[in-house]
């Protein structure tokens, strides 16, 4: 973790990340931690204190990394992590989430890592090992404060494996994800949107996801998608 500076004075590593935290003081100083990018390879691109702006600047910045606090105004971090579910999701270059909070609740880590966040520190971590954690993200690994690694082990490993769909292993990763933005109760448009596809391409998709599950309509490919837990 000493080497967390290394990126930023070699050239050869930066990261783009956006802050999403409900106190300002706090967002100052995180910039002022790591937001030096020719000392950190961090650029910090955009800011949000709550769930609406925070969909707002990454959906226009399109980050590489996160910072993303549990609780917000508006729905908290988890909310945050279902509306921008679709850029997670993108193959070629993912936004991915790194939960930095004051909470060290077991149901807070467990919450956004279900969600989709890659990790979970808390706002005791270094600024160096900050740094590295968002690196360690951006490559799509995972990262806890060594205390918060054993909730989600223990709450990861009480679960049991889900049996494999064969129904959904049909689909592609575009098809579920439009599947499950059509089951969100999605209009075609604001998938489209979403997804940075045409209408015409959601209806290709739609079509192609009722036809390999033998659905007939969306109410049927809604209530599909519920009874998996998809939504």
Known sequence: MTEAAAPGESGERR??????????????????????????????????????QA????????????????HLPGGGGVEVLRR????????????????LSVSDAAEDVIGVIRGGARGYV???????????????????????SPRLAGFVLDAFASTDAPPVDE??????QREREVLRLIARGYAYKEIAK???????????HV???L???????RHELTRWATARRLV
């Open 84 to 99: 921008c579910a679709p850029l997670m999701a993108v193959p070629e270059d993912p936004v991915r989430f790194l939960a």
């Open 15 to 52: 990261v783009r990340v956006v802050l999403v935290d409900d106190h300002r003081m706090f967002r100052t100083g995180v910039q002022a931690e790591i937001g030096e990018t020719e000392r950190t390879g961090v650029e910090v691109v955009g800011e949000a204190a709550d769930v609406d």
């Open 194 to 204: 979403q997804l940075f596809i045409s209408v015409k391409t959601v209806e290709s």
């Open 211 to 217: 036809r390999k599950l033998q659905l007939s309509n």
């Open 207 to 209: 079509s192609a996801v």
């Open 122 to 144: 808390t706002k005791t971590i270094t600024g160096t090992d900050l740094v590295d954690s968002i690196f360690q993200v951006q490559d799509g690994d995972a990262v806890f």
């Open 167 to 172: 129904d959904l292993d049909r689909l592609t």
């Open 55 to 70: 969909v707002t600047v990454i959906t226009a910045t399109r980050p590489e990394v996160v910072l993303l606090d549990v």
